[in-house]
């Protein structure tokens, strides 16, 4: 006999013949053909070389080798069963951490209510978040999720976009009534890392108030957002920032514009694990049934190049 004599499958037909006493009460347990049943304990026998069973007209009985061979047979029935257990237990009860990535303007929207209600709905699973303007390699594993704002994805990733997003110029109730129908002449619009001295930009050409200049500079969205609810000026925010912020108001005379997409990101090795596949899945859920808060209505289409 060698190692590969005995496999579980086998081990579960000796046992459920050994309960039983007969063949066909075993072929009845285990829910198969009798003639099946029979064969493959005669095939298991001829590996092992010697009966396990002794055959008469009452039945059939353990030889010797059976005998000793039942309790090993039922510690690994055991061991089988604790296992599945286990696989099934954590599979209806997910558990571990996630690693994922963010910008930090997003923990400014209601996606960090849906992060929220994940944790409260999964309490076994915990969440690593990293919030970086930085794109993590997901191929090297920085990351199991990355939410992403882009036009496009080029990663060997799997990918969903989830939706597009809409920008506006927001300030504060203040300065709002300060904005005329003039495209934004004697305005002040808050720059990002534009160059010292420069006064306009090509993405304030193309906004609702190109007569509008730059004066000031952020080179962080929190303190941009907070800033222009100060009264420094208008800022151009994603329309799902800016409508959340309790001192911003989109400013008057203006149409949002159309702005990058909202990618869920996830290594293609990842896709089957339970907690990532159940984040993924709740995630994309939750933010597409609000769409209408990432791209706004009347948002001016985005021009076809």
């Known amino acids: 006999m060698d190692g590969d ?14 309960r039983t006493g007969t063949i066909r009460g075993g072929a009845d347990s285990m829910h198969a053909n009798h003639t099946t049943l029979a064969r493959r ?23 010797q080798l059976g005998e000793d061979l039942l309790p090993y047979a039922e510690r690994v029935e055991e061991e089988m069963t604790a296992a599945a257990r286990a696989i099934v237990g954590r599979d209806a009860q997910p558990s571990g951490t996630i690693y994922l990535t963010l910008p930090h303007g997003l923990a400014m929207t209601s996606i960090a209510d849906d992060l929220s209600a994940f944790a409260a709905l999964y309490p076994d699973i915990s969440l690593n978040m990293t919030f970086s303007n930085d794109v993590a390699d997901l191929t090297r594993r920085e990351a199991d999720v990355s939410l992403r704002v882009a036009d496009t994805v080029t990663d060997d990733v799997v990918g969903r976009k989830l939706v597009q997003m809409s920008q506006a110029a927001y300030c504060s109730p203040d300065y709002a009534a300060r904005v005329r129908d003039n495209h934004g002449e004697g305005l002040h619009l808050i720059g990002w890392h534009e160059p010292e ?38 800022a151009y925010l994603s329309c799902s920032i800016g409508d959340r912020h309790p001192g911003l108001i989109r400013a008057p005379f203006q149409t949002p514009l159309p702005y990058r997409n909202l990618w869920l990101l996830l290594h293609r090795d990842l896709r089957n694990t339970a907690r990532v596949r159940l984040f ?24 076809v190049a």
């Not at 609702?208 to 420094?232: D, W």
């Not at 209408?292 to 289409?301: H, L, R």
């Open 197 to 234: 001295g420069e006064v306009t930009a090509k993405w304030v050409q193309q906004s609702c108030y190109p007569k509008a200049q730059l004066k000031h500079r952020v080179s962080e969205l929190v303190p941009l957002t907070n800033l222009a609810a100060a009264g420094l000026g208008m």
């Open 280 to 303: 993924v899945d709740f995630l994309a859920a939750r933010v597409t049934a609000r769409k209408n808060e990432f791209w706004v209505a009347g948002t001016k289409p985005r021009e």
């Open 41 to 63: 304990l005669t095939v298991m026998e001829e590996r092992l070389g010697s009966r396990l069973f002794d055959r008469s007209k009452q039945g059939l009985a353990l030889t």
């Open 5 to 18: 004599a005995l496999n579980w499958d086998d081990l579960k037909v000796f046992l459920a013949v050994a």
